[in-house]
């Protein structure tokens, strides 16, 4: 399958390390050139304004990390002509009856659990494991080595940090970013970071500072 990559970032050079022995990458689309020559990657350079013509395929993958901007790249692109395939690394293991909507990408080492859903352009990052009846929606980014335990409903656009736990049965909310190795316990019912052990969402205070104070439930 012939491949164009958005972005260059580090995800970006990740995806490219997992996946250039089973697709052929045709070039980056990029603002940052520099990090196009600086890494020698494969392909052409092409540039934002792309079009399927130019990259000499329709088949894109988005590989950028923040959630917001996959949303707005997958209708830009969309409305281009390009399309986004589901790759998924032949060391992962995926269970049955489960859904990858368009774009999703599975690194390495990954495990997913029956009867789950993941949304369009959604990115699970390397040695994460997703149980059972999970449902995880559109342009989520899921960082290595998290650990989402079954019957969990993960919302939109959400930044799931390095080792984050999330505790089964659990609902989180859209536009919720969780910091490395935080641990959720109960439903985060709005947009926010959730950090620690138990996770609580950062607040920042008058002065400035930031706070861990807003109970579980937030």
């Known amino acids: ?13 990740e995806f490219c390390t997992w996946f250039e022995d089973s697709i052929t990458i045709c070039g980056f689309s990029t603002k940052n050139t520099d990090e196009f020559s600086k890494f020698n990657l494969p392909g052409h350079l092409l540039p934002p304004d792309m079009t399927p013509e130019m990259a000499g395929t329709s088949n894109a993958v988005i590989a950028v990390g923040a959630p917001a901007m996959k949303e707005t790249l997958y209708h830009f692109y969309t409305q281009r002509g390009f399309k986004f395939p589901r790759l998924v690394h032949t060391t992962s293991l995926v269970g049955k009856r489960v859904s990858l909507q368009e774009g999703c990408v599975v690194a390495p ?27 995880i929606d559109d342009f989520c980014q899921i960082n290595p080595a998290s650990c989402i335990n079954g019957s969990i409903s993960i919302g939109k ?3 799931i940090g390095s080792h984050t736990s999330i505790l089964q049965g659990v609902s989180v909310s859209n536009d919720v970013v ?41």
């Not at 080492?109 to 999970?134: E, Q, W």
């Not at 109960?186 to 104070?213: D, Q």
């Open 1 to 13: 399958m012939d491949v164009v990559i958005i972005g260059t970032g580090g995800l970006a050079r």
């Open 109 to 135: 080492k990954v495990i997913i659990g029956p009867n789950t859903t993941l949304g369009r352009c959604t990115y699970i990052n390397f040695g994460t494991t997703i149980a059972h009846d999970v449902k």
């Open 157 to 159: 656009r959400c930044t």
């Open 178 to 218: 969780t910091a490395v190795g935080s641990v959720i316990f109960s439903n985060v019912r709005s947009s926010g970071t959730m950090i620690g052990n138990p996770a609580k969402k950062m607040l920042l205070s008058v002065s400035g500072t930031i706070e861990k104070n807003s109970p579980p439930n937030a």
